[in-house]
């Protein structure tokens, strides 16, 4: 594998559903970021982490729990969703204050 | 509220012209600005990265910025039917240097 990979691709889960979003990157990054990107808006900052630390938390509400294991690896638990959190849930990854580099995404529709 | 600014569009060019895409900026104080492609039901790829005033060419591509007028554009010469996509401006206004803002997009549509 190389780059940034992201799984499952696709999800469809029911609001009570409790599910997991992996990221892992392939670059020797030491920063990982979580995005939203829903439908005529822009791409929407979730979550910074540097060096396995949380730097940013952009408002993001407590439905949406990152963690951070290791600076190759991000993921997303979702418990509680709403219809409107449905969107394209995307990965990035970079070096300290250099280019980010995203992955696939995870498509993500809430029933 | 930091914001980053975009033409929707669509732009559309013939093939084989050049293609411009504008963007501004709210945050004076920001360093590092990017241009992102994202084709339809893709990710965003990188194409560029400008951090100084002035001009920088990648093959067909140009990113400009001007700091002083908080303004970054991105030019495409001989134009192909491939480069149609939305083009996402993205500028660095975090304190920690990695705080992405990203403009809503250029949707470019080149016409063989």
């Known amino acids: 594998e190389t780059g940034v990979t992201q799984t499952p691709r696709h999800l469809v889960m029911g609001m009570t559903n409790k599910k997991s979003l992996k990221c892992e990157q392939h670059l020797g990054h030491n920063a990982m970021y979580w995005y939203k990107q829903s439908a005529k808006k822009p791409l929407e900052l979730m979550f910074v982490y540097n060096f396995k630390e949380q730097t940013e938390n952009n408002s993001v509400p407590s439905r949406f729990s990152p963690e951070c294991p290791n600076s190759s690896h991000l993921f997303l638990h979702l418990h509680t969703l709403q219809p409107e959190d449905s969107a394209l849930y995307l990965c990035?990854?970079?070096?300290?204050?250099?280019?980010?580099?995203f992955g696939p995404g995870t498509r993500l529709t809430v029933t | 509220q930091k914001e980053v600014e975009q033409n929707s569009g669509p732009l559309s060019v013939p093939e084989g012209a050049i293609a411009s895409l504008n963007c501004t900026y709210s945050d004076r104080g920001s360093q590092s600005f990017f241009w992102y492609r994202q084709y339809s039901g893709k990710s965003p790829e990188l194409i560029m990265s400008?951090?100084?005033?002035g001009d920088k060419e990648d093959g067909r591509f140009t990113a400009q910025l001007n700091k002083a007028s908080q303004y970054v554009s991105l030019l495409i010469r001989d134009s192909q039917p491939s480069d149609s996509a939305t083009y996402l401006c993205?500028?660095?206004?975090?304190?920690?240097?990695?705080?992405?803002?990203f403009g809503a997009g250029t949707i470019l549509r080149v016409k063989s």
């Open positions: 400008i951090y100084s005033n």
């Open positions: 993205a500028v660095n206004m975090g304190e920690y240097g990695n705080k992405l803002v």
């Open positions: 990035a990854s970079s070096p300290p204050f250099g280019e980010q580099y």
